[in-house]
């Protein structure tokens, strides 16, 4: 199978000019089939502060009432969707910008409010891969935006690091997929403190005892579980690493 | 060759629940291939104010400085585009909302700054007519939002009629193609006060004739004029009607 590579960035890594720029030369420096996923939290609790709307956050996560729902509507599928698009354009690459409504390529449904109403959020209940691969067949690399739709009329935000790990695992029966996560550090550390402890290769079972002695601990937990599951739904390979190392072979590698 | 119909609405119809849903249900029912093409000038000055910033018109257009142009790529890419992609979802057309980045179906250049400088809005240089032709045989409906990209990396804003006139012509190559103005009028009225004056066939004649005498004023001279140039660029017809009756055979119709 022709190999596929997904590539998931988060907010802070897009909103900038230098740091999007940069990755963006790089992500077309990869080789084969790519897909992009986006983030993009900053801007929209910046959008949201300038509009008057206060950010709400349980547990890290976005709260999101109706105005939230505006507001990440126009950031994540306008403003950083559509700079992405253009700048990959500009770069020779024939991107197109996805939300999950687009093409119904991922339908969710929202959230029930109990034990906590995160408002206008979805989980996955369906990806439509052989749209997707439709389209990267084609030459077209999909960028896909943290949103998805109900199918009742209603866009839903959808963490990204989901989008990336359900559009892999979509893709897996069509490509040879890794699945790539650039986080803020180098890599799963060993001691949080020393960016040289990477570890290159984790395994579930020295996971599961690295979290049970609180070495793996915080965000990292559901990004890791995430991964493992990826794997066993037919993903190659997750990688996670810094942004600005995308086309070097570094970071934490699990297969 | 297969029909297809390209309908622009303007913002006032796109950003009301009623109005968008109305419009949305009469959409599904037209027959045979379909675009949508949409405005949002509206709220682009609703959120524009919310934000701070001053809308600047010339001559009935928008004055697009940088930060309208984050502005317009929000309200138009976003929060518009995938509102209708989500109701069209809703009502099982499956859409794909693009602006001309997207897929790089429509290349524009930035307008030069003399006479008039309009700041970051393109004028269109060439339309992938294909593109968007192998996304209607898929039985795809391509939701077109009024901006293009200049190849660069940015983004420009981009009249929707201009749009919807651009992508009627480079689908006139696949499709036997009946462009669709909404209008808030029912068509082209030989006396503006009188809703029951409209001319229900134009020719060209005709028009240069009732524009001579003042008759056909203001916005509607451009309309036309892009319209008579559309019929020369193989479009089949053209059609000025009000939203409510796009699926009546009323209106103003030239061809």
Chains 1, 2 share one sequence.
Do not use: W
């Not at 996560?61 to 969707?81: I, K, P, S």
């Not at 690295?210 to 066993?232: D, R, Y």
């Amino acid at each position: 199978m022709e190999k596929l590579t997904l590539i998931k960035v988060g907010g802070k890594i897009v909103e900038e000019t230098d740091t999007l720029n940069s990755l963006l030369d790089d992500f077309v420096r990869l080789c084969g089939a790519k897909v992009l996923v986006h983030g993009g939290g900053r801007s929209a609790t910046t959008v949201a502060t300038q509009l008057g709307i206060t950010t709400q956050m349980i547990d890290g996560r976005r709260v999101t009432d109706e105005a939230m729902l505006r507001v990440v509507t126009m950031v994540y599928g306008g403003l950083v969707n559509k700079q992405i698009v253009a700048g990959l354009q500009q770069r020779g690459l024939n991107a197109l910008g996805l939300t999950g409504a687009d093409m119904n390529y991922m339908l969710s449904e929202k959230r029930p409010a109990v034990p906590i109403d995160y408002g206008f959020v979805g989980d996955v209940k369906k990806v439509d891969g052989a749209a997707l691969a439709d389209l990267i067949a084609k030459n077209i690399v999909p960028v896909l935006a943290p949103l998805t739709h109900d199918g009742k009329g209603n866009l839903l935000n959808t963490n990204a690091d989901t989008i990336a790990g359900e559009a892999a695992k979509a893709l897996a029966r069509y490509f040879d997929v890794t699945l790539v996560y650039c986080f803020e550090k180098k890599g799963v550390l060993l001691d949080e403190t020393d960016e040289n402890s990477v570890i290159p290769h984790l395994t579930e079972n020295e996971f599961e005892r690295l979290k049970a002695q609180n070495v793996i601990v915080g965000g990292m937990v559901p990004k890791l579980t995430n991964a493992f599951a990826a794997l066993k739904a037919g993903v190659r390979a997750v990688v996670i690493t810094k942004a600005d190392d995308i086309t070097k072979n570094v970071g934490t590698r699990i297969e």
